[in-house]
Nanobody, 127 residues
Framework: QVQLVESGGGSVQPGGSLRLSCASS????????IGWFRQAPGEEREGVSC????????YYADSVKSRFTISRDNGRDTVYLQMNSLKPEDTAVYYC????????????????????WGQGTLVSVSS
């Protein structure tokens, strides 16, 4: 069965950190670009980061640049999103998705990018 599984979400105070993981089963992540998307209550889903498959180029939304870091371990078929200095406005369900190219991922909904989606993991930032 082909699937992506996110983990690592939770509740943190402002300024805290979390590391999200996106693991694949049934296929190899190494052949795909991986994007991280988030959807806050009442808002549209938005792409916040992406990492290329081949050369590992990374892309970030302005809202998370310098706070979030995306990385991949192809040997483990896993992509990570390290989130530091979290803010209440980062509260959302975070999804990872696998596609071909990172072009258009950041700021987009992922509808044209994603061939596979994970089920999402909730990140809640509050004091």
């Amino acid at each position: 069965q082909v699937q992506l599984v996110e983990s690592g979400g939770g509740s943190v105070q402002p300024g805290g950190s979390l590391r999200l993981s996106c693991a694949s089963s049934g296929f190899s992540l190494a052949n795909y670009a991986i994007g991280w998307f988030r959807q806050a209550p009442g808002e549209e889903r938005e792409g916040v980061s992406c990492i290329d498959s081949r050369f590992g180029g990374t892309y970030y939304a302005d809202s998370v640049k310098s706070r979030f870091t995306i990385s991949r371990d192809n040997g483990r078929d896993t992509v990570y999103l390290q989130m530091n200095s979290l803010k209440p406005e980062d509260t959302a369900v975070y999804y990872c998705a696998a596609g071909m190219w990172c072009s258009g991922v950041v700021g987009g909904s992922g509808s044209r990018f994603a061939e596979h989606w994970g089920q999402g993991t909730l990140v809640s930032v509050s004091s």
